[in-house]
């Protein structure tokens, strides 16, 4: 399972997932600060994702879509 973490929080939580034994692999935007270098499986786009556009998601999900096809992607929302 993959997760596209969009805000800090979001992030966090699928961090904390992760380290509760998860093995699924966690994507996030630029604009998200943390040392992820020494975390496996995390993947940082160079752009920011926190108020994108619709077309900037979706970018990034087909981009994810490339890298790990026929995987589940966990997007996190929230309701405006």
Known sequence: MIYLAITPVGLKEALQLK???G???IWCGSDLVFDLISIKDVSQ?????MGASLDII???L???RE???DE??????CLR
């Open 19 to 21: 380290s509760n034994g």
């Open 23 to 25: 093995s699924h692999h």
């Open 45 to 49: 786009f160079n752009y920011p994702l």
């Open 58 to 60: 979706e970018g990034a």
């Open 62 to 64: 087909e981009t994810i």
């Open 67 to 69: 890298h790990h096809p």
């Open 72 to 77: 589940v992607v966990w997007v996190e929302g």
